[in-house]
Every structure is written in C-alpha cells, then in structure tokens.
C-alpha cells in the first residue's frame, strides 16, 4: 500500500507536450505516458530513463491504458478518428482497430483479470470489448441523454462501474462484465444532494456561487479504490466526490481548485489517482502534486511541474507516483 507521506520529486523527463495519460504496466516495471503531440514513451521503473518513444498518432492521444502485455496498449485519438487502438510497442504495429463509437473515445479501462475492455465517449455510450472482436459485446443503456459519461473496472475484474447523467441527476451504475446488458445495481444521486452534502460537510468554506459553479460539470474520470469499497468520481471543474461503491453515499467531497476552473479558457482537466481508501492524490494548476484524505485534511505535497499537472499515475508495486504536464513527466519516489 503507498504511503502519502514523504514523498520526493526525483526523474524528470522533458516531454514538451501536454501529458494525457500516465499508467504502470502491471508488473511496475514500465511507465507508459501518452501525449497531446501523439508521442508514446516508455520509461525504466528501475532506471528512470525513456527506453523507447513512439509516434502512435498524427491526432494526437486522448486515453491510453496499458493491456496485460506490459508493450501492448490500448489508445484513442484527441481528434477526427473514434476508433481504439490495439498497437504493439516492440515492433509499433497495430494489432486491431475497435469501432463503434462515433465521436472521440474519452477515457478506456482495462480489465486487470481478462482481456475485456470499456471505453466511454462524447457520444454518450459505454462500450464493453474484447481484445479478440474488432466489434462491442455490449452497450450499455443509459438514462436519456448521457453527456459525456465514464467507467472503470474495479481492481478484482468482477465489476465494472458507470456514471452518468441526466440534467441535474446522476446515475451510478454497477455492471458484471459476463452480463453487462443490464446494470445489477443503479445510485442515484443529484446536484442537490451533492451540494447538500458540501454544505452540510464545510468543504473548503465554499460559498454558494462557488458551490453552484463546481456541480455543474460533466464526468470526466472514474476510479475504485485498491479495496473496491469506493468510488471517486471526477468532474470537468475539478469536483472530487467520493461514494461508497455498496450503497451508493456520498462519503467525501473535495475540490482541487475552483480558481483553475473558472479561469483557464482551456480548463484542462488535473490529473487524479486513488492513493488509499481516504487518500486522493491529484495535481494543481500551480505544478503540485498534492495527498489530501477526503475529508480535506492535506497529508503532503511535492512541487516541480512549471504548469498544470494534467495526468497522474500510481505504482502500488515500488510505491511511486508519476505526474505529467505540459513539459515534464516527473517521477516521484519514497524518501528512504
């Protein structure tokens, strides 16, 4: 389990181009970053050196995630092509093409058990792959119009979650990949609740504009905890939300920073990660790298980027954390 505490910036890599993804291979060896320019590199666990960079794609890189076979990823464009990429980084082929979606792919979760993958898109669905079918063996049914919704698999690989929207009503839906037609369980939660809930908790002493502005914003990242016991939600104005993945409440709320938001014309998204079962790790628009438990409580910060710290990625295996911008990928290591 990662300790929040004591953490020191060490490599850095100049990158010179906004950080999109940042994942460890399974075995944490590899750190896989993805980028706006379409560059793919590969960074040593053990050296800290680039061991190889590919130029994946002339459109960029939106989401990218690593399969079982740690040079063998999944990938999406940032524009103009909605398919997923299935390539090879030993000889930098293309294994497969996924279609289905007909806007640009946003986010793409593997399944840490099987070769079963879900993607979410600006089209308002959530497909479900397999690595061996060029075509979906299921879509999922959303309530009414979508928008922009996200999933993940859980750690186990027996569960994958879902949330969505309709207007000010969101909708957290839990699916078995082995009969993903219909969900097993739906929470419904909705803008009232949420900003009931930030009230009624003091988190960050918002006031009720600021309130109002974070609510309002489309899902942009999902993610379970180590334990599969919660879910932390992401949305587009930096609004963390914390559920319990059994019940469906809403046990945290934080923000990462409402300033950003409301005044980055880009308003690009901060990269986030799941460091414990109370502890979020997440960047800033000021270059930090920052542990907070859900509560609001700051465990610890380490500073470095020059810019907004767009991706983060977590290595449970040699308990390091890597972050990306749009210069640098750094990788940050426990003080020994």
Known sequence: MLSPTNFTRSANHNISSQTRSLHYTNCGSLLLSAHENGNL???????GQISKTIKLSNNGIRAMVPT??????????????????????????????????????????????????VTSSEDGTVLLFDLRSAHPTSKLALPGYAGNPVAS???S??????????????????????????PFETFTTTNSNISDYIRANNVND?????????INGEWVDLKFSESGNHVLIQNKKGLLILMDAFTGAITGAITQSVKHFKNQRTRANLGMAMARDDIVVFGTETGKVVWVKM???SVNEVSGHGGTVSALGVNGVFSAVASGCHEYVSVHLPKR
């Open 153 to 155: 698999f859980d750690k």
């Open 157 to 182: 690989g027996y569960v994958f979650g879902c949330m969505a929207s309709s207007g000010e009503t969101h909708e957290m839906k839990m699916y078995d990949p082995k009969a993903a037609d219909a």
């Open 41 to 47: 590199h590969t960074i040593s666990t053990s050296t």
């Open 206 to 214: 918002f006031n009720t504009e600021d309130i109002n502005y974070m």
């Open 295 to 297: 509560t609001g409580e």
């Open 68 to 117: 079982h076979d740690p040079l063998s990823f999944l990938s999406s464009s940032l524009h103009t092509n909605f398919d997923v990429n299935y390539v090879s980084a030993y000889d930098n082929r293309y294994l497969r093409k996924f279609h289905g979606h007909i806007k640009p792919v946003t986010a793409i979760s593997m399944n840490p058990t099987d070769d079963t993958f």
